[in-house]
Nanobody, 122 residues
Framework: QVYIAESGGGLVQSGGSLRLSCRIS????????MDWYRQNPGKQREMVAL??????QYADAVEGRYGLTGDNAKNTMDLHMSSMKPEDTAVYYC?????????????????WGQGTQDTVSS
């Protein structure tokens, strides 16, 4: 079974830092992209950071404050968040576009983690 496991995050004061970890568990053939999104109740899910063949792209709202580090050998991607603001409060999701086997066929799947709540107090 292939799935995404997220960890880290929680509660931090304004100006503080948090780190979220994302790991793809299970056997896959390769990762095409591995990204982070966030969402608040009643709002659309928004991109935070994209990681793919063209490099890393950050949302304007987090540029300069957030950073990605990955380990291809371990299928992991960490999101480092610093100088956090109350408006960064959200449920953060890791997602990955991967190639994997399903019923003996090589397929491309978009995996999503369960989400982790991160709250920044003012």
């Amino acid at each position: 079974q292939v799935y995404i496991a997220e960890s880290g995050g929680g509660l931090v004061q304004s100006g503080g830092s948090l780190r979220l970890s994302c790991r793809i568990s299970g056997s896959i053939f390769g990762i095409i992209t591995m990204d982070w999104y966030r969402q608040n109740p009643g709002k659309q899910r928004e991109m935070v950071a994209l990681s793919g063949g063209d490099g890393i792209q950050y949302a304007d709202a987090v540029e300069g404050r957030y950073g990605l580090t990955g380990d291809n050998a371990k299928n992991t991607m960490d999101l480092h968040m610093s100088s956090m603001k109350p408006e960064d409060t959200a449920v953060y999701y890791c997602t990955a576009d991967v190639r994997m086997s399903r019923r003996g066929q090589t397929v491309r799947e978009q995996l999503w983690g369960q989400g982790t709540q991160d709250t920044v107090s003012s």
